[in-house]
Nanobody
Framework: QVHLVESGGGLVQAGGSLRLSCAAS????????MGWYRQAPGKQRELVAS???????NYADYVKGRFTIFRDNAKNTVYLQMCGLSAEDTAVYYC????????WGQGTQVTVSS
């Protein structure tokens, strides 16, 4: 069983920064791929970034150069540092852990005002 607790969302002005955190519990987490997805109103959930247990990262094109994903394996925590935010980044951000199957957090709202 995997339990995910997200934090760090909120309201920020365009051009600003936010850091999301996701603390995961469960024995499989240390071997898993951890990531962040987002879902804007009326749109499908989409991958933002992911990181393997070995530190390999993958980013959606629209966040490259602005967002950074990293994890602390000792704490089973994954972070998403977001810079240069724009209104298009407004969405609910979901933490994800993948090991054989997907596990999801409850989501945290990020709102960017223009």
């Amino acid at each position: 069983q995997v339990h995910l607790v997200e934090s760090g969302g909120g309201l920020v002005q365009a051009g600003g920064s936010l850091r999301l955190s996701c603390a995961a519990s469960g024995s499989i987490v240390k071997n898993s791929i951890m990531g962040w997805y987002r879902q804007a109103p009326g749109k499908q959930r989409e991958l933002v970034a992911s990181v393997t247990s070995g530190g390999q990262t993958n980013y959606a094109d629209y966040v490259k150069g602005r967002f950074t994903i990293f994890r602390d394996n000792a704490k089973n925590t994954v972070y998403l540092q977001m810079c240069g935010l724009s209104a298009e980044d407004t969405a609910v951000y979901y933490c994800n852990v993948w090991w054989v199957t997907n596990y999801w957090g409850q989501g945290t709202q990020v709102t960017v005002s223009s």
